[in-house]
């Protein structure tokens, strides 16, 4: 019975999972991806954008990248999402000690939180580590801790929570050392465990904002407070109980007190970055469920299925990729036109723009801050000064630009010095040196219109 509770369990996770591609560097992680499978070999620079530093690539996902590569047809890929996610909570469920219905209520309220940060992306298989890792350590094999070690810091940079988990879970010395010297087996060598370290510093110092690197605030992440709060609750609760249990021994609080210790850094990662909040939503089932008190099965089965399917009716079915984030249509048209040269975008779209013209034409940048070092800020001033911005398109050799749709500026009058508003398209792409040639709900497509023959922009111009 409780084997067919798990499949009824499992489906629904699924089935509320499924939704479209929305994450924006997923495109990028499948266009190395094939490039790896091409070329047999990873690449020592990147090889796709115009503006990336010309450095050493320490790519530290690339066995993600190659994991995509069987899935044929992009609509697939929603289901893949939606499988992996299913998987998830089903083994934080399955790995979480204590009583089974209150574990299963945790799950559900996981699963509930951790939707608006999941897609199909390594970040989220790292939460899947999380979980993975805290199951071994509990159980104290350290040669399977140490191989999920080199599989995770191929797949993610969160790897380098292995040697902490193992400390806080085990007490054993042995398996947070091999876990260390785990990390290193990667390509990159040492280089592999300081290049996030390296990331974390450049995308704390404030020469850009990335969505992703925001603290996750109440308003906006309800869930995530939520589950923190009765984490905090149910700890406590034990640490009473505990204290009150004349049976209670030294070690049994030592233990309870380094699993607190987990939960504390999770949920401080979790805050202090968006970006990490499945490693946290991940790991809660298995941090609160030992501590939670007995749940009435039924009302533990209602609760489920209402959080399940207030996601179920909340989440986006739709399969393929979100058109409202990504320039599909504009980008179709672009293709159709067969106009080549650099293209000018804002990082989010550069990974789709890679995805799709590489290498025919190359994207101006993407989401992989690391690699742009000189380029953010060069591109911050030039957002703010006319002659930079014609500068920055002409070191570039920018031909095309695919644009987000912005909110108009507030320029000075030359004539007259007063302030008047203007449509940002008209000028970022003044018509008279750019033609507007593909246009959707995501973005905005121009040619550069000295840089190919009059009839040809004149077949593609679409006019305002």
């Known amino acids: ?179 260390a010297i785990a990390l290193l087996i990667n390509p990159y060598s040492y280089h592999g465990v300081l290049a996030p370290l390296r990331l974390m510093t450049f995308v704390s110092g404030g020469t850009f904002v990335n969505a992703e690197w925001l603290p996750s605030l109440p308003v906006t992440f309800p869930l995530l407070y939520v589950t923190i709060a009765i984490w905090t609750a149910a700890a406590l609760a034990a640490a009473f109980r505990r204290r009150g249990t004349a049976a209670a021994s030294q070690s049994g609080g030592l233990a309870a007190a380094v699993h607190i210790a987990l939960g504390v850094v999770l949920a401080y990662l979790a805050v202090r970055h968006v970006r990490n909040q499945p490693l946290w939503f991940a790991a809660f089932p298995l941090l609160v469920a030992p501590a939670f008190p007995r749940v009435h099965r039924g009302l533990a089965y209602a609760a489920c299925a209402a959080l399940i399917a207030a996601v179920a009716i909340r989440e986006d079915h739709r399969l393929g990729i979100a058109p409202e984030r990504f320039p599909v249509s504009a980008v179709a048209r672009l293709k159709a036109a067969n106009l080549e040269g650099n293209i000018y975008n804002p990082d989010q779209f550069g990974g789709f723009l890679i995805w799709s013209f590489y290498p025919e034409r190359r994207a101006l940048t993407d989401g992989r801050n690391e690699l742009y070092h000189s380029y953010i800020p060069e591109y911050a001033r030039a957002r703010k000064d006319s002659r930079a911005w014609t500068a920055l398109l002409r070191k570039y050799r920018i031909d095309l630009a695919v644009d987000e749709h912005r909110a108009p500026l507030d320029v000075i009058d030359a004539r007259t010095g007063g302030s008047r508003q203007m449509d940002a398209s008209l000028a970022y792409w003044p018509r008279k040196d750019w033609a507007l040639i593909a246009h959707d709900e995501a973005a905005m497509v121009f040619a550069r219109r000295a840089a190919f023959p009059r009839d040809v922009i004149a077949k593609w111009e679409l006019r305002d």
């Open 1 to 179: 019975m409780r084997r067919f509770a798990l499949i009824i369990f499992f489906a629904a996770l699924a089935f509320a999972a499924i939704g479209p591609i929305r994450n924006y560097d997923f495109f990028w992680h499948l266009a190395t991806g094939r490039w790896i499978v091409e070329h047999g070999a990873l690449p020592a620079a990147d090889p796709f954008a115009v503006a990336s530093d010309r450095v050493p690539w320490i790519n530290g996902e690339w066995l993600f990248e190659l994991a995509l590569q069987p899935v044929s047809g992009i609509e697939n890929f929603s289901f893949v999402r939606a499988v992996f996610i299913a998987l998830l909570f089903l083994l934080a469920y399955r790995f979480s000690e204590g009583e089974r219905d209150g574990a299963l209520l945790l799950t559900a309220l996981a699963f509930a939180g951790g939707m608006a940060t999941l897609d199909l992306r390594p970040s989220s298989v790292a939460a899947l580590f999380v979980v993975l890792a805290i199951a071994i350590a509990r159980r104290g094999n350290d040669w399977l801790y140490a191989l999920l070690t080199v599989v995770w810091i191929n797949t993610h940079p969160s790897a380098l929570l292995a040697p902490l988990i193992a400390i806080l879970i085990t007490r054993r010395a042995f398996m947070p050392f091999v876990a």
